[in-house]
């Protein structure tokens, strides 16, 4: 029976990774580029209403297949308009139930996985869900127009990467801050301080790194003081590699010194550490005694979701029929201030919003159209 459990608990995990992995293979993820200015790489990450959805999709599907399967009622599409008022009802129920059951299991995975290290969550911070009013014009019909500043739940305002690419983002943050400070004022009086910052930096991001995979900062956020306790506890497991690689290689009393030197300088002031962090932008406070994980680019990530979202609705609210070829608008380059949003493609802004319950597609006989959902 617990065999059986954990296999079960094992497969909805795989099944999540394996849904990260489909949609970004598929370029409908959002991706935040790199801090560094001379590198076009990318971090790509997932919405967590994205991972809902499509769970929720399978299972819908699967059941859908199950009743087809043992129902001939059901065993066309034609037979779905002879269902009873309240068989409609029951299967919207069961609809709304199955979502709930997928939410709650999706928060149980998503933890699970980020207690294994393999996925890294970030809130999001000024997204806003384009909502359509469903107003009447003129002539009595319906007119959808669009509001552009509706809040949503914070819970669906959430990132999910994968811990490779998180930490990837941390080293290419930590190079952006070297290459700015490389650029800055190079007399030969700064030299060795530069290089003793360099060091000290380097150092940071080896120990944030370890308290995010080995020491409990997991989560949206962490507490000043766990932030602290986890770096004491890195800091004391770096001491004891120093000293086992000193006593195993024979070197020299000079070097063992300096690095004695560094770790007694960081050991006093763990404070320096947390600054660092803020100023390269991976941690962001979220009050006094608190931080929110982030990596520096997310915010511009989140400018290019609004942006495209608030594109895509107004492009839709100007067509002729309120409705516009899917296609044509997975093709649509998004610009914001006269900028080219490189970071996201039409692909992605158009799930986005049909995850959200924005816009939904249509079946015409020259293909799928995409136009606003009714409220």
Known sequence: MLESYVQETMDDVHEVMLTMESLISRYTAAICPFATENNNGYIPFVLKPMIQHALHSTTTCSNSSNIMNNTSKLSTLSHLSQLSKQEKVQRKNNNHLSSAYIATELDVDLNQLDSENKIRMIQLHGITMVKTTGKTDNDGGNKNSYKDNETIDNDQNIAILFMKDYIDGIYDAQSADAAVQCSSSNNDIRLETKHDNSHRNEFIMKLFIDCVQHHGCKGLY????????????????????????????????????????????????????????????????????????????????????????????????????KEIRRKTLEQMTINLNGKKLSCMTGSFHVRDLIVGGVLKTVKRPSGEFITFAKK
Request: hydrophobic content about 35%.
């Open 222 to 321: 962490v507490t000043k003081n766990k932030l602290c306790s986890a770096f004491e506890s890195a800091l004391m497991k770096y001491k004891n590699e120093v000293s086992t690689t000193i006593q195993a290689t024979s070197k020299t009393i000079d070097a063992k010194q300096k690095i004695n030197n560094y770790v007694h300088q960081y050991e006093c002031q763990p404070e320096q550490w947390i600054d660092y962090l803020i100023h390269i932008q991976l941690l962001l406070p979220r009050s006094s005694t608190s931080y929110f994980f982030t990596l520096p680019k997310m915010g511009m990530a989140a400018r290019a979701i609004m942006g495209g979202r608030t594109k895509i609705v107004r492009r839709i609210q100007r067509s002729y029929n």
